[in-house]
């Protein structure tokens, strides 16, 4: 068995079918940035722990939760309220754990729009360490997300996905949201390439992180990726749903 740890910061319209999605883990908690609606209300009422921390970084917030919850379990599975466990996703956490043998593992996502997994346009598999083992790793403050910090046993990969609904709460508010990520990730572009900081590793996250960072400086970049998508990642594929995206 393994626990599981959700950030929330107003999301009383996912959190209800999120902790549905996981009813079957015995340890759950809820880390709350300060919501003004009602998601505390709804994670309680549904059985799940909840403590609070006003928010300043995802990497920050996820260690606070590392080290202030009360956890069952060895194993921790960083989840969103947007997201969603599948039954095979909880097989394989729970074998992998049994085994042992890393200190973490990256995880990808299924990306729905409109009730469609748009697996080309989303450019599956994209990763993020989400599944560690307490004591073993921690997290770090990157752009406008997290990246993992230094393993003890290294990290693997993990051959399920979790559901994402990206779009849950609308285009508008996942506008509005992705522009505060492009501002943080153009601020953690500049602070990289000033301290030349290289990506090291031949993985599958490392060359699209170096990939990313050279085309980012093309002119013409949007046209770029949009050629990219559609027909070498073969978005074309996804049918308006993924065009659309």
């Keep these: 068995m393994f626990s599981i740890l959700i950030l929330t910061g107003n999301e009383e319209i996912n959190i209800r079918e999120c902790l549905e999605s996981i009813s079957w883990c015995d340890d759950i908690w809820v880390l709350d940035c ?143 949201k992705h522009a505060k990520y492009a501002l943080r990730e153009a601020e953690q572009q500049i602070a990289d390439e000033k301290a030349n900081i290289a990506i090291v590793g031949d993985d599958a996250l490392s060359r699209r992180r170096r990939l990313k960072r050279l085309v980012s400086n093309l002119p013409g970049r949007a046209w770029i990726k949009l050629f990219y998508l559609l027909f070498v990642k073969g978005d074309i594929l996804d049918g308006p749903v993924g065009w659309l995206y």
């Design 34 to 176: 300060g919501s003004k609606d009602r998601t505390v209300e709804i994670a309680k009422e549904m059985g799940a722990n909840v403590i609070t921390r006003p928010f300043d970084n995802f990497g920050n917030q996820r260690n606070y939760g590392i080290d202030n919850c009360k956890w069952k379990h060895e194993w921790v599975f960083d989840l969103d309220a947007d997201e969603r466990f599948t039954p095979e996703l909880r097989a394989e956490c729970e074998e992998l754990s049994k085994r042992d043998e890393k200190s973490a593992y990256y995880v990808a996502n299924k990306m729905m729009l409109m009730g469609k997994w748009i697996k080309h346009a989303s450019q599956f598999p994209v990763y993020q360490m989400r599944f560690h083992k307490l004591g073993e790793i921690r997290f770090v403050a990157h752009g406008h997300g997290q990246r993992e910090g230094e393993a003890k046993r290294g990290i693997g990969y993990m051959k399920e996905a979790y559901i994402h609904y990206n779009f849950s709460k609308g285009l508008g508010d996942w506008f509005e």
